[in-house]
């Protein structure tokens, strides 16, 4: 795939069930997912109504599961609104919602059928909703939540304006999942509003438009991305540590 792919009617899609693969839910719940052909990564937005339970069997897959509105417990661990699970390749996992919760779901497109490796982690973190770098000013809000380091091996941010906003053209080197969290964006003449999840293939040069009134925006890669812009300047490394941001004193707060 190298082009853009956008859905803006996940959230009125959703259908009985959990759609991502490799994940068996016990109790209601509602899903849509958005995996466009030919494109790496993939997506699920669901809906869990309290005490429903999500249930992994190991497989491959370096998940990241954002919590929208609601909140889950995990073992003795609690992920609350805006707090993300870190899920490590070859893992099992349990959760259970605490009250209707809604979860965004990222992860690669091959997780099932892949055989989990027999060493690595295999564990599940809990990271707040500060994240683990972070910058923020008056116009500004970034927060990352996992760069493609020691600790897991997928990148995943949020990232939001307070105010106008446009971006020159640019790249990744990683296809990315970019989710609308808050607000509206505009891609060439093409209206973005919130809710809508878009999928840019890694080297693919865009650029957008933020509305005046701000807007947040969720981001994942499956690996280290490189940034390359229009303004001549060599590529340079993305990520929290990378670009000097704060480090968080308690990220699993």
């Known amino acids: 795939m190298k082009q853009l792919a956008i859905d803006d009617d996940l959230g009125r899609s959703e259908e009985p069930g959990y759609g991502f ?45 954002y919590v929208t509105s609601g909140s889950v417990s995990v073992g003795d661990q609690r992920c609350p609104t805006g707090g993300v699970l ?3 390749e070859g893992s099992q996992l349990d959760i259970r919602a605490e009250s209707e919760t809604v ?10 059928g892949r055989a989990a490796p027999d060493a690595g982690r295999r564990r599940v973190q ?32 949020y990232t939001g304006r307070t105010g106008p906003y ?22 060439g003449a093409r209206p973005v ?17 933020g509305d005046d009134a701000g807007f ?8 280290h991305s490189q940034f390359s812009g229009s303004d001549g300047a060599p590529p340079f490394l993305e990520g929290g540590r990378a670009t000097g ?4 004193v308690a990220p699993d707060r």
């Open 21 to 65: 693969p490799g994940v068996r839910p016990i109790g209601p719940c509602r899903s849509s997912r958005f995996a466009p052909p030919g494109f790496a990564l993939q997506m699920v937005r669901a809906t869990l109504a309290r005490g429903t339970e999500l249930h992994w069997s190991p497989h491959a897959g370096d998940e990241v599961l």
């Open 103 to 112: 979860l965004l779901h990222f992860g690669r497109q091959d997780t099932v």
């Open 86 to 88: 870190l899920v490590d």
């Open 166 to 187: 446009r971006s020159l053209p640019h790249s990744h080197s990683q296809d990315e999942i970019i989710y609308v969290a808050t607000g509206n964006i505009t891609l």
């Open 193 to 209: 509003p919130t809710g809508s999840v878009i999928a840019v293939p890694g080297d693919r040069r865009y650029g957008f438009r």
């Open 216 to 223: 947040a925006l969720l981001n994942y890669r499956r690996g």
């Open 245 to 248: 941001m704060a480090r968080v």
């Open 126 to 157: 809990v990271v707040g909703p500060a994240g683990t770098y972070a910058t923020s000013d008056a116009a500004r809000d970034t927060r990352f939540y996992a760069e493609s380091d020691e600790d897991f091996s997928a990148t995943f941010f």
